[in-house]
């Protein structure tokens, strides 16, 4: 449960305050902090989210099954991907004068890097493009379309239908279709979210030319996808075209959507705790 968010002022400056967990993003907590960022958007003032500390999280919860493959600072990155937050920190203490003083630092580092000019650099791919599932969207997902969007200056990301996951995974997602897409659509490094109903990756080529005129230039996978027979059936084919396969890292420990699926049958939150 994330709690409802309120004006904070702090040295003359108002900021809409949101506090809560988010170790990933499903359709339930998104449209809450959607609705959130929309009373900020009333208000005109900046859309902050501070986050519980993991180490706060297992003290008043008892919850700590995310805490060794999630840390603090791969859930603000997480946030601070979104185009609707405009920052996030962490939280150790439900003090309120503590809140509020970690608010006013990050408030105070964002002004002190606000004048930073940063160099645009060159991408190596005009088009680079990606697919998948993205179930409770996570860290992983964030960092894996972060660096395509390094390496491509437009970035398509395709996510797959309930249909298709139902086919190849032979489940059924936990975030439906339509929900998945909404997100994918507001992660800054996605310029155009889409939802695919075709695991043939050739055929995601003539989609992509529908909405941008030309081919992708690099597909964008997993590396735990490396060495799949499917893959490198794809690979060889879309070298032939003179297309890359990106294979980005992906620890081999790290947070998955199954590991997700279970902890949400057995989680406990922090309840009303600005109250």
């Known amino acids: 449960m994330e709690n409802k968010g309120k004006i904070v002022e702090i040295s003359g400056k108002k900021v809409y305050l ?4 988010y170790y990933f993003f499903n359709e339930s907590n998104f449209e809450r902090l959607l609705q959130e960022h929309r009373q900020a958007s009333n208000y005109n003032v900046p859309f902050y989210v501070g986050l519980y500390s993991n180490e706060l999280v297992e003290r008043v919860t008892g919850m700590k099954e995310y805490r060794k493959k999630i840390s603090d600072n791969d859930r603000v990155n997480m946030l601070e991907a979104l185009d609707f937050v405009d920052g996030a920190f962490i939280i150790n203490s439900l003090d309120k004068d503590y809140i509020t003083s970690s608010l006013a630092l990050r408030l105070l580092k964002d002004r002190e890097q606000g004048s ?3 160099e645009v650099k060159t991408k190596k791919y005009n088009i680079g493009y990606a697919s998948g599932a993205f179930s409770n969207l996570h860290k992983g997902h964030i960092e894996h379309l972060k660096e395509m969007k390094k390496q491509c200056k437009t970035t398509i990301v395709a996510a797959n239908s309930d249909e298709l996951i139902q086919k190849y995974k032979n489940k059924t997602s936990s975030v439906n279709e339509k929900a998945r897409r909404k997100i994918l659509s507001h992660i800054k490094y996605v310029d155009v979210a889409i939802i695919t109903h075709e695991y043939d ?3 995601a080529l003539e989609k992509v030319k529908e909405l941008c005129g030309s ?8 590396s735990d996808w490396k060495g799949n027979s499917n893959w490198e059936q794809f690979e060889k084919k879309l070298n032939t075209m003179g297309i890359d396969v990106v294979f980005t890292d992906r ?7 199954t590991d997700i699926d279970k902890g949400n049958r057995k989680r406990t939150v922090i309840d009303n705790a600005d109250r």
């Open 201 to 203: 990756k050739l055929k």
């Open 116 to 118: 930073n000019i940063h």
């Open 251 to 257: 620890p081999e420990k790290g947070i998955s959507t």
């Open 215 to 222: 081919y992708f230039d690099a597909i964008f996978v997993g």
């Open 18 to 21: 949101v506090k809560g967990i």
